[in-house]
């Protein structure tokens, strides 16, 4: 079993559409969780992080994480077509390295 | 502008060809790490240097070397490629261990062992 799995997509949504990614992890270590978003033939940049179970909100983006179900969400509100990206959830313990999901491909149409 | 750079960034080769993938950054950062990415698979980190002349294998080490005489730069060498490390290899820093210290990645290297 992979430490952190994502379903790999493609997810399409119209513009506008509210969009829900979603990462399961295993490792009950995991202090820390982000999300990280990669546009094609570019490097992964760091959207969000969290250190705690419930919401954490910035802008258009809210991360959720539920400890108890090692479960992480990240939605998108009013998404738009610049939002088409792979997203990619990663975990880490204390003073332990990064582990990342495969990530979920979204495409938003305009 | 501050920036994780590789060098080159596509690159076709054959078994058995020593190569050097070189990673450079400008912001003074201490750790500095590789990952290979395929697909279904996500980033893996290959070895990653918390400072300069230390290094630490990270989760797929196997095939690699890397080094770290300056801090500004942590070259991954490849003595003898093998077609299972045609990947996407991105090299990252970050100020240091901390959660709050966000990750930086170069663009990405391409490449291909025929």
């Known amino acids: 079993q992979k430490e952190v799995e994502q379903d790999p997509g493609p997810l399409s949504v119209p513009e506008g559409a509210i969009v829900s990614l979603n990462c399961t992890y295993s490792?009950?270590?995991?202090?820390?969780f982000m999300w990280y978003r990669q546009y094609s033939r570019k490097g992964p940049e760091l959207l969000m992080y969290t250190y705690s179970s419930g919401n954490k909100e910035d802008g258009r983006f809210t991360a959720q994480v539920d400890k108890s179900s090692k479960y992480i969400s990240l939605f998108i509100r009013d998404s738009q077509p610049s939002d088409s990206a792979t997203y990619l959830c990663a975990g880490r313990g204390y003073g332990q390295n990064f582990v990342f999901g495969p990530g979920t491909r979204l495409s938003v149409l305009p | 502008e501050a920036q994780v750079t590789q060098n080159p960034r596509y690159l076709i080769t054959v078994t058995g060809k020593k190569l050097t993938v070189t990673c450079s950054q400008n912001?003074?950062?201490?750790?500095m790490s590789w990952y290979r990415q395929d697909p279904g698979l996500g980033l893996r980190q290959i070895y990653y240097s918390m400072n300069v002349e230390v290094t630490d294998k990270g989760d797929v080490p196997e095939g690699y070397k890397v080094s770290r005489k300056e801090k500004r730069n942590f070259p991954l060498i490849l003595e003898s490629p093998s077609p299972n490390q045609t990947s996407l290899y991105f090299c990252?820093?970050?100020w240091g261990t901390g959660v709050r210290n966000e990750q930086f990645f170069g663009p990405g290297t391409r490449l291909t062992v025929l």
């Open positions: 990252a820093s970050r």
């Open positions: 490792n009950s270590a995991f202090q820390y």
């Open positions: 912001m003074n950062h201490e750790y």
